[in-house]
């Protein structure tokens, strides 16, 4: 029997809903805040607008011929209760909340949600999986030390997860970096610790399919967690996001990223700064749901035809 | 433990979800068509959006001093699996799906959806209650007999609905009637069959607590049905809709007219027409929820304060 | 044969398309500038979506039972060719096409445009008929004597109208003035002429239709022209025009302005300063349209039911 | 010599820009902020929207011939330098920059922000004034004890006002007030300290001038504080808002509510709750900037012609 | 004498409007439904709204010095009659509308519509050409045998076409493909026919000039239809569309397809699916209109200088 | 002390505000007007919108490392006082405000505003350095020598500037021509007088450094204008202009050909025709206060690390 499109409550990938990550090999999950956010806020629905938009997406890809729900049992696990108005109250909730998920042999791939989030997923990950190789994809570093007198907030994850030891350094690439900057140097710090720094100069008019083989011979076979800030792609494609800038990655670049991570040990992802009151054209949600899509195929253990 | 507005799958009102009616006095039901409409679609994504906005809607009526969930067992059903491509296969899914509730002893709230819906769930109604009293709240009378070519349709249910003997004609009340019409007196069938009509003009400058203490004697003790379209309103209000009319009800009317259908033995409702892609300032969607809750207040056995 | 409403090449309410004013007795007609706009620009596309935005009216009045095409010869005679460039020579070929129209006999129902083309239309008008009276609805007098240097613009017209002995001044009337003004007084002028001032202080929550059995009286027997400026109404009713002034009128209030204009003697009939690339709810347009179809049902000898 | 409306760098009503209140007798000031909201956030972009659409506001008030800038010396003073990331830290920020105005015998008219900021405005208000009447102008009463487990946010603020005794409760009126509610009585400890309380239903269908009058009976000699939420008025006409609730207030209800305030001993007002990406028609900002001017014209020793 | 672009009533390009294809040697025609739509629906404003941003379109391509109107009689013919209840009965009725038009000697320039409309148009070309060449551009392959229950709507049109032999199956191209599907090989079946599928992963970062040389190697001397659903672009430049994917081709690859249709014997062409509630940018109906030149531009006997 | 980017009275990139050009290397400087459009207006909104998107520009160009700040003393000096009512008043106006601020030795970065205004700033641009080179960047030639019957306008000011001398005609190149035309070679005349013309199609698919390097060649050490139409991008990336072209430019080539102007002699730069009402992502502002910052980042002395 069929199910329409547009009918039912609207979980991601219109997948069922469970209440925990029991018996899970992925979920996804929502972090619904944006109180991280320096400029435009909004991707505190980023998730809702993730799920409403993923209603187009069918059980297989087209394009890699992966059959994730063949070999992974994956659900909807709705949002972690986040506190607007205290963020380190907050961070400390979603940690707690990914260390279960962690704990059940989850893999979670996180719709958010500004990108403050990746820090204390970061530290239930690495909680279980010691320091971690990082595939971070963004318009920006977010490596401040302080951003208007913070320590935590969407422009610091990275570099308080080096500071706790979180990172394998040598293991971390930031790709689509680009914009106006604090000082004249803006990745001086990224380089710093070892980091590959891939401006978006590097990535202009060509398929990002040979950078990713050397990702993935960087990356090796230990754990690698992927976070993809919307705001990497060009905001022709992605307006709804808190802080564009110009001349970014395409979307067919974003999938050859992600699905260049096929074959590395996967063991969390996320998809943040989907700012839907800034999404006119609802294609950022769109974007993102099959971003998230995508991120579920290159798991390990998915089936391929 | 409190919960962010902004946190969660949207279900109506952050109810839970259930998937059935049994051991509830009361359930939101979503009918996501549009394919009855002849000018603008985009009904079929009414009861989303609608869920979407309510996530505003608390538990007591501030106006009222209702408490709605203090005395009866509430929740939101999901949606009826329409058939996208039938709009008579459709209908009949409708009306099996509302045999259903209504033998479950549950009062169907309906988040339409086109005005079509109202044939099928009638057909429901009155198989159970018999012949029932309407309230009909709508720019339009929708007793047309053929539309384009068509019987079925969002201009027809209720001349369906008479020839069928579903409703008690001098027990029917339509109001907010306007527009331009295909013939001199648009609503000389309506008033043949004993309605009151209410046209617009009637409604202008006041309050409507008058008139619905005349509906309220008009109704009297027998099962009353309300059906409102959402195009009752001036489209000032509630733009998001597929033929708006302008000059019409205000919200503040629509709510007295609610407001108004307590003490009556109300036996189902329904708001209709939402169409989200219309809707450029959310606020069709939000009234409609509001609207929906109000409704519930209105149940039989609703508890006041 | 029924015809969908969504078909077609737009003309005004699905009118044939006639390229003269001759053989009809009443006309659409469009004028589509902006460039006498002193703030926000896009009039010049009204024409063209109220066209869009008519596709919904049908034959009959359903509240007052006009039946306009019983009685009268009605078509859309397209858009008057204007010169964007040159304001002055715009306002050449608006009153040479005028004259056209007014020698064929036909009413002109004119769709605009920005209010500056009421002064060349008016020009054409009082050649025809002499001095006119003039029922004027608007936020503004739009009777400056110069605007940001320049003596032709839609903050002027009815200055001019005055000083070439266009109008009757005692039966000039002015509905619905308001907001933030030049001078302390801004309706001076206004009244030193004689005319009739209504500041919307006086409309405020309640029916007009006694303040038009008045101007009703004042308008006697003399041809009349009635001139509407979408501004009038709220901007929560009409968001799409240039000059926006809060706490207007509602469209019940101007269907019952154009309503009390019959048994006058029309001559003609604007309906000014839609914007839509500022309507993004597409009220405006829709409300422009349905205005113009209730000023065609109180043209003289309309058929009544 | 004209100045274009179009042109400039977008001040409040295009008046000069002061670093500071010396030597003014009003100044327009904008909070910043939405980190104190519960729902939907943007209110962040209040101050500058409201700004930018202020540029239509003239000299005058063609309603009541009020001439401000004949008797007072007015301008923009800009910004309060708002934390982002601490809603505590930033309230601390208002109050130092409040007590500042204040010294400098300057009148602020505020552009929020949300509805927090009416905390710290009036520690510095009492500070000065001792405690004040408030006339507050909500869908929400803002008198929770806490919310979300804070006691800083959007929805608490007049609960710590009566806490640190800035209120003259006697002399509080809260006008507007409706929605669902998290109790049965809503307005319970709102009555409980001697606030009059104005539901919305009390306004319905009517004008507000004859209430004014009581209220400024109310208010007798004393400093009174005037707090307008842009969401007291209906979200048809203010939909750029946080937390809107429907069947609300009129804007000429709410014209007539600050043209009531004439006559009174104002020392403060506020405009909050405006939220630029919900804006989507522009009404909301527009009719902030109205509202604003509306308050200036209202301030002791304007001259009226 | 010159004309505003924005003047007049719109019919495509701007083009005299003409009741019959006779005597034309290529006409616009629109079909405008969307009742064959699986997810969003609008398409059915699809032909309105292309017209609308047609007034943009010149004479001459200054391209590819393409004189179209110098050598061809072409006109807009309007639309088809569909009948919005019956996606069956607006099939007979589109088949009937091209025999007509085909008859005639005239090749019919499509604006859709959903893609449901290729099916009865090609049973009306096949009629008069036999089995035809196609090159169908899509971001789906829209082969499904049934979708939903039915075997007629915007999923299966090319299913229905091979089982009634109109296509010369050796002489299809799908090119775009991508996005998720129902089973593994989403265009297993596709190759089964013999169709030439390039998915979009060929198609990215490059232009399709060398593609094209190939199809018109594959398409020779025979008769082709071209099918181009706008949603083979991505959604970045043309979100106004029911079922958007991501990656998709860019305008400039859509330019380059139909440019590379030149020297093929074209005997008709469509441009489907622009769905325009949705097309908050206007892009998407922009981008038709000049897709649906470029069309023309690429017919049989058009004068190049 | 840090302040937040959404606080604050908007200036370009949060420079101060100067009310003359005297003692900055380069100033920013708006020209808000849109008379001389033939198509959709608003681009008199061009500035107010740059600026306010400019909120989000830092110090550093993180991808050149050009620190600006650190060697030019740059300010944002408001507007030209425009005539809204008279172009050819505006023209001159114009002319004697760019007079002033080059006789200042400032170098001016305009705001647009439609591209007439071209004319008058190089007429006043010539005056001091004797004819310029000219690097201009559009999808239209701008060169007609009249337009809908006028010789001024924002289709005709490079003509005018050849008549008058104020082009060193083989110092010229016009880059990202495209569209439909009036003429089968819309850019004869171009050619004819030594201009080079890249017409879009030599630009699809590549990198524009290779073709930077052959302008610079081209441009060599005399003064050189910068002139970048926002119609030069696609509409996807911009769609808030008023006579977009699709198959345009990416925002990345247009970041490189300013790139590609540093070591040139720069002596003046445009961004024109950035419509706000149809920039309905926001994204066109956003890309025009980006690419302003990127000609800033390229004037002659500016430091880079
Ligand atoms: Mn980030
Ligand atoms: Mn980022
Ligand atoms: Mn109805
Ligand atoms: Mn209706
Ligand atoms: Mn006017
Ligand atoms: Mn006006
Ligand atoms: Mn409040
Ligand atoms: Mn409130
Ligand atoms: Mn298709
Ligand atoms: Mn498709
Ligand atoms: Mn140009
Ligand atoms: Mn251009």
Redesign the interface.
């Known amino acids: 029997?069929?199910?329409?499109?547009?009918?039912?409550?609207?979980?991601m990938a219109k997948l069922p809903?469970r209440d925990s990550a029991d018996g899970l090999d992925a979920a996804f999950v929502?972090v619904?805040i944006?109180?991280g956010?320096?400029?435009?806020?909004?991707a505190?629905?980023g998730p809702?607008q993730i799920?409403?938009e993923s209603?187009?997406?069918?059980?297989?890809?087209?394009?890699t011929?992966a059959?994730p729900y063949e070999s992974l049992v994956v659900a909807?696990i709705?949002?972690?209760?986040?506190?607007?108005?205290?963020?380190k109250?907050t961070c400390r909730r979603i940690r707690e909340a990914y260390r279960k998920i962690l704990a059940a042999g989850c893999i979670p791939l996180t719709m958010g949600g500004d990108h403050t989030i990746a820090y204390p997923i970061l530290q239930a990950v690495a909680e279980k999986h010691g320091p971690v190789g990082l595939i971070h994809v963004d318009a920006h570093a977010d490596t401040s030390d302080v951003?208007?007198?913070?320590k935590?907030?969407h422009g610091t994850p990275f570099r308080r997860c080096v500071e706790e030891g979180l990172l394998n350094c040598e293991r971390v690439v930031q790709i689509g970096?680009?914009?106006?900057?604090?000082?004249?140097?803006?990745?001086e710090w990224s380089r710093a610790q070892g980091f590959r720094v891939v401006?978006?100069?590097e990535c202009?008019?060509?398929?990002l399919a040979p950078l990713m083989s050397e990702v993935r011979a960087q990356m090796g076979l230990g754990p690698v967690y992927l976070s993809f800030d919307i705001d990497a792609l060009?905001?022709?494609?992605a307006?709804g996001t808190g802080?564009?800038?110009?001349?970014g990655l395409?979307?067919?670049q974003?999938?050859e990223i992600i699905r260049g991570c096929r074959h590395l040990n996967l063991v969390g992802c996320d998809l943040v700064e989907v700012s839907p009151?800034?999404d006119?054209?609802?294609?950022t949600a769109?974007?993102g749901a099959?971003?998230l899509?995508e991120m579920l195929c290159v798991l390990p253990k998915v089936k391929y035809?």
């Open positions: 029997e069929f199910v329409a499109r547009v009918s039912g409550i609207p979980t809903y929502g619904p944006d109180t956010t320096s400029n435009r806020p909004g505190r629905f809702r799920r409403v209603a187009l997406l069918r059980a297989y890809n087209s394009g011929r059959a909807d709705g949002d972690v209760n986040v506190n607007v108005y205290d963020l109250d951003v208007l007198g913070e935590i907030g970096l680009r914009g106006t900057g604090y000082s004249p140097d803006s990745y401006q978006v100069e202009w008019f060509k398929s060009d905001p022709g494609f307006p802080t564009p800038e110009i001349a395409t979307p067919t974003g999938v009151p800034y006119t054209t609802g294609n769109l974007t099959n971003l899509f035809y």
